[in-house]
């Protein structure tokens, strides 16, 4: 147990746009100096009020009796800040009358779980819970992801929460700026309940063997974030061999590489580490382990559209004919996988995760059934699994498929996985290209970057729609997605940057730079937009 007793008075403070600090459903900052060009938003003041933002909010929220204290669970991923700013959250949480328990190194997933998780001796449930993280940006970043047992809070709360910040922080600057908090601060390792939970699913998945992965193989990339108990802690108990694995020390500067599933870099660190150990399986997790990635003994990478199929043909076995939750730039080969080999729907909805889980929540409320909702960036939530986007139990199914396989007689090899993923169609090119809008261009005649990227998505479908080599997709949530030369592309308007991403994928480099080029002479008179991504991708 820690006293959490402390009292600071700074004499003048910063005045702070706090909904800037709004990243979709999380809050994200600079913590720590040192880039040029990126002052420090996230300052302790700024971050106690936004913690006392989250209290007030939960208050209201939760509505309890005066009899009993709220709790609030508070972990952190691997940042070189993360410590001050549990600090700085725990004063003011414990400031406002709520308890505190502190996880130190956590996972985002098991934040969440926290809130479900049913035993007094560990001081759970939690009534809320805090992840101090920013996933897979740079080291002066971080940021906050809020839970309660409902699940991750959505855009509409974290904007109550930041005005309620921006309210408590003007009154910091009226009346002095000074947190007291002289409640007790209690310290609990939760991440051992979480992780004994993961290995209890897959030994009951294998019919209660109690190393079902004995002879496995499998090495894990956490590139130096959160996600290095996965070897140690759910893989070595369940029999695995998990020599070979790297990065799984906790270093906040992110010495070897960005952790990300989606970065090139990261997947052929990975890679390398299966091939050069021999080993079964490859697993890399993103900085909080809500995301993750496998890679199986011949070296292929299972993230983006494979994960997905990969996923979908295992829950498609458990679930027949369910609806698929993807975000909006899976491949055209994806759809017709889930919807042709495993006779399952693919939804394909917009990007961000709580976007994907949320409309798979929507379906099976009225009367559509959903089982999965999967991001390429792997983010992926199953219903089984209380929505919540887990990188850690997604690889827990992986391994219940490797340890029945093994039980049934298969043998120790990832060919069980691969093999699910068979017939699955892959562009041979597939590239993301980034067209931003100059806010201070002239040509935005005074609109707002949304309101000019929306006229430049308005006029694209407008050309499209003329253009007997090109068609539309008949249903699409986001953006415009056209079909053609083989391929298809979509360019969509960023959840949060003034930036048009436009994907392309086809079968081809030539066909590819064909899509190109419809999209540049359609969106050339827009002299606020720099196509110069494109340009460079369509140049012979």
Request: glycine share 8%.
């Amino acid at each position: 147990m820690a006293a959490a007793s402390s009292a600071t008075a700074i004499p003048s403070l910063d005045k702070v746009d706090f909904l800037k600090l709004q990243n979709g459903s999380d809050i994200r900052g600079v913590a720590v100096s040192g880039v040029e060009g990126e002052p420090v938003s996230l300052t302790e003041p700024v971050t106690e009020a936004i913690a006392a933002g989250f209290a007030a909010w939960l208050l209201d929220k939760k509505k309890v009796d005066a009899s009993r204290k709220l709790r609030v669970a508070i972990g952190h991923d691997s940042r070189i800040s993360a410590q001050k700013l549990q600090d700085a959250v725990s004063r003011c949480i414990a400031s406002a009358g709520l308890d505190v328990v502190q996880y130190g190194l956590a996972s985002t997933p098991a934040m969440f779980n926290s809130t479900l998780t049913e035993d007094e001796a560990i001081l759970c449930p939690a009534d809320g819970a805090i992840m101090i993280t920013a996933s897979h940006l740079p080291y002066n970043r971080n940021g906050f992801k809020f839970f309660t047992n409902d699940g991750g809070l959505g855009k509409n709360d974290i904007k109550d929460i930041l005005e309620r910040a921006a309210s408590i922080y003007s009154n910091f600057l009226a009346k002095g700026y000074s947190v007291k908090a002289s409640e007790s601060v209690k310290k609990i390792d939760y991440m051992a309940v979480y992780t004994s939970d993961l290995v209890k699913a897959v030994r009951k998945a294998a019919g209660n063997i109690e190393k079902p992965l004995e002879g496995f193989h499998i090495v894990v990339d956490a590139g130096n974030g959160a996600g290095g108990f996965f070897a140690a802690k759910v893989l070595e108990p369940l029999g695995a061999i998990t020599s070979g694995s790297q990065f799984l020390e906790p270093d906040g500067m992110f010495p070897n590489h960005i952790p990300n599933p989606e970065d090139k870099a990261a997947m052929k660190a990975i890679t390398q580490a299966v091939l050069d150990n021999k080993a079964n399986l490859g697993i890399i997790f993103d900085t909080d382990v809500d995301r993750s990635a496998a890679v199986d003994s011949t070296g292929r990478e299972l993230n983006r559209n494979c994960l997905i199929a990969l996923m979908s043909a295992i829950v498609l076995e458990e679930h027949p004919g369910t609806t698929i939750v993807t975000d909006s730039v899976t491949s055209d080969g994806l759809t017709s996988f889930i919807e042709k080999k495993l006779g399952g729907k693919h939804h394909r909805f917009k990007r961000g995760y709580k976007n994907v889980i949320d409309e798979a929540i929507r379906l099976n409320s009225i009367g559509e059934e959903s089982h999965l909702a999967i991001e390429t960036s792997g983010h992926g939530a199953l219903k089984e699994n209380h929505w919540l986007d887990d990188g850690a139990y997604l690889m827990v199914k992986l391994l219940n498929k490797l340890a029945s396989a093994r039980a049934s007689g298969k043998g120790v090899g990832s060919k069980v996985l691969t093999d699910l993923v068979e017939g699955l169609e892959e562009p041979a090119i597939a590239v993301e290209l980034r067209l931003k809008i100059n806010q201070n261009h002239p040509d935005l005649k005074g609109r707002s970057f949304r309101e000019y990227g929306e006229a430049v998505l308005q006029h694209l479908g407008n050309s499209i729609a003329s253009n007997p080599k090109l068609q539309k997709a008949p249903v699409n949530y986001e953006g415009v997605r056209v079909s053609g030369f083989g391929g298809w592309f979509l360019l969509r308007l960023s959840l949060h940057d003034p930036v048009l991403p436009l994907n392309i994928e086809a079968p081809s480099h030539e066909d590819a730079v064909k899509l190109g080029h419809e999209v540049a002479a359609a969106v050339k008179e827009f002299q606020a937009l720099d196509t110069s991504a494109l340009d460079k991708f369509v140049q012979p």
